[in-house]
């Protein structure tokens, strides 16, 4: 159904094409999990493309194996904790593979650049217990990129948190970005394959409304322009 779809998408003189069929192949109504703005997904109920593009990959990874070096690549998460008595601070490393790099988005907006960079700063962590079961007197969070895939796709994190109002609320700010990308000065020295991390813009998915609705449009490369 996807061949399919993609064939109808370069073919068809149509103005639109309906994914009906892809969507029922996905996902059968006895296997629909709860999530989504709408409490599940179904064709013509509004979810979030984020776990859309998540459910996608889960059923392409059998049937195509590639796609796990095609678009999952690795990092590092570690957690360093001062516990106090004058020992060597706790350092706790786990990897793991991610599908897509989620960047902060500055209340005043900003460029890429800066939200990768902010994605990769050491965060500091409140209330962090070590395995002594005593509270830590400071700690925080590093995160090291390991590997890219061939195909990488960051996500701004436009929805907060509103606390005064008790709301999530979306931020509108803009966000330069590049039509040609250099990931290697953010990929650590100890995980690449030493290759070349540069990266050239395919498509932007825009997304139109609020924190919890709205609308998707994807703008695309057309052939090699």
């Given at each position: 159904?996807?061949?399919?779809?993609?064939?109808?998408?370069?073919?068809?003189?149509?103005?639109?094409?309906?994914?009906?069929?892809?969507?029922?192949?996905?996902?059968?109504?006895k296997?629909?999990?709860?999530?989504?703005?709408?409490?599940?997904f179904?064709?013509?109920?509004?979810?979030?493309?984020?776990?859309?593009?998540?459910?996608?990959?889960?059923?392409?990874?059998?049937?195509c194996?590639?796609?796990?070096?095609?678009?999952y690549?690795?990092?590092?998460?570690?957690v360093?904790?001062?516990?106090?008595?004058?020992?060597?601070?706790?350092?706790?490393?786990?990897?793991c593979?991610?599908?897509?790099?989620?960047?902060?988005?500055?209340?005043?907006?900003?460029?890429?650049?800066?939200a990768?960079?902010?994605?990769?700063?050491?965060?500091?962590?409140?209330?962090?217990?070590?395995?002594s079961?005593?509270r830590?007197?400071?700690?925080?969070k590093?995160?090291?990129l390991?590997?890219?895939?061939?195909?990488?796709c960051?996500?701004?994190?436009?929805?907060?948190?509103?606390?005064?109002?008790?709301?999530?609320?979306?931020?509108?700010?803009?966000v330069?970005?590049?039509?040609?990308?250099?990931?290697?000065?953010?990929?650590?020295?100890?995980?690449?394959?030493?290759?070349?991390?540069?990266?050239?813009?395919?498509?932007?998915?825009?997304?139109?409304?609020?924190?919890s609705?709205?609308?998707?449009?994807?703008?695309?490369?057309?052939?090699?322009?």
């Amino acid at each position: 159904e996807l061949q399919h779809l993609f064939a109808r998408l370069a073919l068809s003189t149509r103005a639109a094409v309906d994914p009906s069929a892809l969507l029922r192949a996905l996902l059968p109504p006895k296997r629909r999990p709860s999530f989504g703005f709408g409490g599940g997904f179904a064709p013509g109920a509004e979810a979030d493309v984020s776990e859309f593009g998540k459910l996608l990959l889960e059923r392409l990874e059998k049937p195509c194996p590639r796609v796990r070096e095609l678009i999952y690549g690795e990092l590092a998460e570690t957690v360093v904790a001062d516990e106090g008595g004058g020992g060597a601070p706790l350092r706790q490393s786990s990897r793991c593979p991610f599908s897509e790099l989620l960047l902060p988005v500055a209340a005043a907006g900003g460029d890429l650049d800066g939200a990768i960079r902010e994605a990769l700063r050491p965060s500091e962590l409140e209330g962090f217990v070590g395995p002594s079961g005593r509270r830590a007197g400071s700690a925080h969070k590093e995160v090291a990129l390991l590997s890219l895939p061939q195909l990488l796709c960051l996500q701004l994190q436009r929805v907060t948190y509103d606390a005064e109002a008790g709301r999530a609320r979306k931020l509108d700010a803009s966000v330069a970005f590049p039509l040609r990308l250099d990931m290697g000065p953010y990929v650590s020295s100890g995980g690449g394959n030493g290759g070349s991390w540069r990266y050239v813009l395919h498509a932007v998915l825009l997304h139109e409304g609020a924190a919890s609705s709205g609308h998707y449009q994807c703008v695309c490369r057309a052939g090699g322009g």
